[in-house]
């Protein structure tokens, strides 16, 4: 089994910033992207970023410039650093990681159970 727990949400004003921490624990053979979505009352899940093994990154168009996705191979952790922030940044966050439990079968996609973000005006 593979676990991913989040921490780092919270209350914030806007223009402030929080960091999103993602941990992956478990039978883990290898992990290949990791990312960050999110989702808002009466929305559906959107993509904001993700990062493969060898750190080329992807952004959502409404977070770029703002949002730093990152990770640290050695821990099976990624991080999702977001400035700026703006009341239309409230949501659930979740992380999301491809495993490989296994050199002989192929990643499955892993989710953890969101955190909360909220940014008031």
């Known amino acids: 089994q593979v676990q991913l727990v989040e921490s780092g949400g919270g209350l914030v004003q806007a223009g402030g910033s929080l960091r999103l921490s993602c941990a992956a624990s478990g039978s883990i053979f290898r992990i290949d992207a990791m990312g960050w979505y999110r989702q808002a009352p009466g929305k559906q899940r959107e993509f904001v970023a993700s990062i493969t093994t060898g750190g080329s990154t992807n952004y959502a168009d409404s977070v770029k410039g703002r949002f730093t996705i990152s990770r640290a191979n050695a821990k099976n952790t990624v991080y999702l650093q977001m400035n700026s922030l703006k009341p239309e940044d409230t949501a659930v966050y979740y992380c999301?990681?491809?495993?490989?439990?296994?050199?002989?079968?192929?990643?499955?996609?892993?989710w953890g159970q969101g955190t909360q973000v909220t940014v008031s005006s």
């Open positions: 999301s990681a491809a495993v490989r439990v296994r050199i002989t079968t192929p990643s499955l996609d892993y």
